[in-house]
């Protein structure tokens, strides 16, 4: 396979090859190569597979959107916010309490459609056709678990910063490259997936967003929320059990608050 530039924009020269990771030598960001080799499609199944429409894993993902907003220091009363990947939608109810407008993004139609027909209040978009410019700017971008989902970066957050207002913040949950658990469980690290080609170091994301003119101005340490069952449904969904497997596992009322090598970072635009 021939090697393609690293999405942090780090040159490959002096890329390491380690296993089935390359390497970026400036950052430690790095592409997954047995990732890159696969077609993860995102129509109407991948929603259903990852329980994206269970209302009990929704409710565990408003816990985990509560926490994040709360130690990342982050307030959206009356700004308007922008979720990137909303998923199933659970947190958009959450975000339109007291925001004075929720823009809503995803790459796949029935994710939509499944927001829309739940009363979700938002002005939804398709990433594969983004218009040019918004109706509004936006004050606060939230990413989770989205970021690394992105396959061409640049071209993302050029088109964010056209319609962002002069002072707009991004809250970005995403996994490590670089982290301990990334390091200690390499393949069973449990955000090695096919939808994940390409895994950002903390050096990585926060340059390529000061190139954009957006300043690091909190960190944390990001806990998710979730339920053993889940636990153990993400790990029989990385293995590739069907669906009929996973099933019987269902959600759960207590939830435990796990970090498998997320970071979580708060950037505000430039004056």
């Known amino acids: 396979m021939t090697a393609a530039p690293f999405l942090c924009e780090h040159t490959l020269d002096r890329a390491t090859r380690r296993a089935f990771r390359l390497v970026c030598p400036a950052c430690q960001s790095y592409w ?7 077609v993860v499609p995102y129509d109407e199944s991948y929603p259903t597979q990852r329980g994206h429409y269970d209302p009990r894993i929704g409710a565990l993902k408003v816990r985990t959107l ?20 909303f998923g199933g939608g659970s947190c958009l109810p959450l975000l339109a ?11 796949n139609d029935s994710a939509i459609e499944h927001a829309k027909a739940a009363g979700h209040k938002a002005e939804y978009l398709l990433v594969q056709r983004l218009p040019p410019r918004l ?13 690394e989902h992105i396959p061409d970066p640049a071209d993302f957050v050029a ?23 990334q ?13 994940h080609q390409f895994q950002w170091s903390r050096a990585g994301v926060v340059q390529f967003m000061e190139r954009r003119g957006f300043t690091l101005r909190n960190e944390f340490f990001p806990l998710k929320f979730a339920s053993p069952q889940m636990v153990v449904a993400h790990f029989l969904h990385k293995a590739g059990a069907p669906p009929s497997v996973k099933k019987w596992l269902g959600g759960a009322a207590l939830a435990v ?11 505000r635009r430039s004056a």
């Open 32 to 38: 997954d190569l047995d990732s890159r080799d696969q």
């Open 66 to 85: 509560r926490h994040r907003l709360r130690k990342g220091d982050v307030d959206f009363a009356g700004k308007r916010v922008c979720e990137v990947g």
């Open 97 to 107: 309490e007291t925001a004075r407008g929720v823009v809503a993004l995803e790459a």
């Open 135 to 147: 109706s509004a700017p936006v004050d606060l971008w939230i990413f989770q678990d989205s970021f």
């Open 159 to 181: 088109w964010m910063c056209e319609n962002s207002s002069a002072r707009a913040e991004i809250l970005l949950v995403a996994p490590r490259a670089d982290s301990l658990s």
């Open 183 to 195: 390091r200690l469980l390499g393949r069973l690290w449990p955000h090695k997936l096919p939808d």
């Open 257 to 267: 608050p796990i970090n498998f090598g997320e970071m979580g970072l708060v950037f």
